[in-house]
T-cell receptor, first 112, second 112 residues
Framework: AQSVTQLDSHVSVSEGTPVLLRCNYS??????LFWYVQHPNKGLQLLLK??????LVKGINGFEAEFKKSETSFHLTKPSAHMSDAAEYFC??????????FGTGTRLKVLA | SQTIHQWPATLVQPVGSPLSLECTVE??????LYWYRQAAGRGLQLLFY??????ISSEVPQNLSASRPQDRQFILSSKKLLLSDSGFYLC???????????FGSGTRLTVV
């Protein structure tokens, strides 16, 4: 069985400071892992994905995530937050099946 | 290039009325298609997925149904809406395993 846990429902950071959004997963097989971003009343946009290649994955808008098998984690980071990063972020996992399992989301607030 | 279209963007419907949400994909063939629902303050719940024409898998028992009358068309329906059907509905597609979803822009359904 697969599952995803996003450890924080809300995260607030000041503009220009680092962002850390945490995601832990559970999967019986080698997982593929994804981070998506959703702005209000919009669809989800793929930020980055891990599919068993390099463990450090770089995505769009300066985001990156590191796959740590020993910790079953796939945390999303960004060195310096921008106001436009304020949105909801979803972590998702799949193990080669047709469906993905999404976390419950982390709402990122960026303070001026 | 591949694009996904979902409409309408917003919908307000009375309890007991029917529902039809449509999703179409362009620029690809035989995509895996998905319907998700996002209730306020909650994550994404997979409702249906389809791997081909006429092939529908339902993930949760509910008041909704889905159909795939054409390769690139996926329809979400209800005969009689309930208040609990309110939410943000997202259509998504992906070309194969290990590849991230591409989401439509979503439909905000409010049942009154």
């Amino acid at each position: 069985a697969q599952s995803v846990t996003q450890l924080d429902s809300h995260v607030s950071v000041s503009e220009g400071t680092p962002v850390l959004l945490r995601c832990n997963y559970s999967s019986s097989y080698s997982p593929s892992l994804f981070w998506y971003v959703q702005h209000p009343n919009k669809g989800l946009q793929l930020l980055l994905k891990y599919t068993s290649a390099a463990t450090l994955v770089k995505g769009i808008n300066g985001f990156e995530a590191e796959f740590k098998k020993s910790e079953t984690s796939f945390h999303l980071t960004k060195p310096s937050a921008h106001m436009s990063d304020a949105a909801e972020y979803f972590c998702a996992v799949t193990s080669g099946t047709y469906k993905y399992i999404f976390g419950t989301g982390t709402r990122l607030k960026v303070l001026a | 290039s591949q694009t996904i279209h979902q409409w309408p963007a917003t919908l307000v419907q009375p309890v007991g009325s029917p529902l039809s949400l449509e999703c179409t994909v362009e620029g690809t063939s035989n995509p895996n298609l998905y319907w998700y629902r996002q209730a306020a303050g909650r994550g994404l719940q997979l409702l249906f997925y389809s791997v081909g024409i006429g092939q529908i898998s339902s993930e949760v028992p509910q008041n909704l149904s889905a159909s795939r009358p054409q390769d690139r068309q996926f329809i979400l329906s209800s005969k009689k809406l309930l208040l609990s059907d309110s939410g943000f509905y997202l259509c998504a597609w992906r070309p194969g395993q290990g590849v991230g979803y591409t989401f439509g822009s979503g439909t905000r359904l409010t049942v009154v």
